[in-house]
């Protein structure tokens, strides 16, 4: 069975972001999880090979004319200038290096089925036509999706936002997905981890003013109004108001253990529930992590 699952998360200035992934889903109980084929060097040309031929044909398509430059993981194609295009493509750069010193990749091991293909369209009209024409996907409220495939292949497209510290935080969350899709097996993250990850990754590379502070308030407001419940936060799709809580919690865990949640990442990689990755692998039971979470915003008797 295929599912799609998107998630969106309006910020301050009514931007979304959304992650769109096509997952093959099998039975909750698993005695392994195959970890992504690793391509050899023909076989990586190959699957470059494809991105920008889909790259070209979107265009002929589209009808649209995109500058395309690779760096050592990502093909980058967009109508920007092309200095300003090589800004973008370097900061995605960086988020790839603190991925994989965070997760222990080797070095300038690249974990994409060939590389991840970027476009970065000027106008958002031309984003949300790639989005409805060629990715067949809803963008509505979206500045930028990523789509991730059951072969291993990550498309990922958005529009140049006016503010450029609002678009370099997308750039970057979409691409986590991205990366997260990849890493290891094809087994999804879910989505309180997936979207708390993107989130702190892109507020550490892309500092903005406040920010930090700004995430925090927003998460104890939404805990308030929800009368210290989580609602169904580790179990479904995450709503609006609990990005924030996701991206400080997801803090939290890695300011306690950087360790332990690469242990609980790569649990769930390997098939393990969300709860039995909490206890067995980052070593604290869901409920307990909830309580002592709670208590580092004020509250007390948080539940989920």
């Not at 920007?80 to 370097?90: F, H, K, V, Y």
């Not at 789509?147 to 140049?160: C, E, H, L, N, Q």
């Not at 510290?165 to 970057?172: E, G, I, P």
């Not at 242990?263 to 307990?288: C, H, M, V, W």
């Amino acid at each position: 069975m295929t599912r799609y699952q998107a998630n969106n998360f309006r910020l301050g200035m009514g931007v979304a972001l959304a992650f769109t992934a096509v997952l093959t889903l099998s039975a909750p109980l698993r005695a392994a999880v195959e970890e992504w084929p690793r391509l050899n060097k023909t076989e990586q040309q190959q699957a470059i090979d494809e991105l920008k031929k889909y790259a070209q044909e979107t265009q002929d398509t589209l009808h649209t004319s995109l500058g395309a430059f690779e760096t050592e993981y990502f093909i980058f194609c967009s109508d920007l200038s092309p200095n300003e295009a090589r800004q973008w493509a370097s900061l995605l750069d960086r988020m790839y290096d603190r991925l994989a010193e965070t997760f222990a990749v080797t070095p300038h091991r690249n974990i994409w089925r060939g590389k991840a293909l970027i476009f970065v369209y000027r106008n958002e009209k031309d984003y949300l036509r790639y989005e409805r024409e060629i990715a067949k996907t809803d963008p509505t409220g979206t500045a930028g999706m990523c789509v991730a495939y059951p072969d291993g292949s990550v498309k990922i497209a958005f529009y140049r936002q006016p503010d450029a510290l609002l678009f370099a935080h997308v750039l970057v969350h979409e691409s986590v997905h991205g990366f997260i899709h990849r890493y290891r097996t094809p087994e999804h993250v879910p989505s309180w981890a997936n979207e708390g990850l993107a989130e702190t990754i892109a507020t550490d590379l892309v500092p903005q003013k406040g920010r930090r502070n700004d995430v925090r308030q927003e998460a104890i407001s939404g805990i308030r109004d929800h009368k210290g419940h989580l609602g169904k936060f580790f179990t479904d799709r995450i709503e609006g108001w609990q990005y924030p809580v996701a991206e400080e919690l997801t803090t939290f865990m890695i300011a306690q253990s950087k360790a332990g949640y690469v242990k609980f990442i790569n649990g769930i990689k390997e098939g393990l529930s969300t709860d039995d990755a909490l206890s067995q692998r980052y070593g604290a039971p869901r409920d307990r992590l909830v309580e002592v979470f709670g208590e580092t915003l004020g509250f007390r008797g948080v539940t989920d």
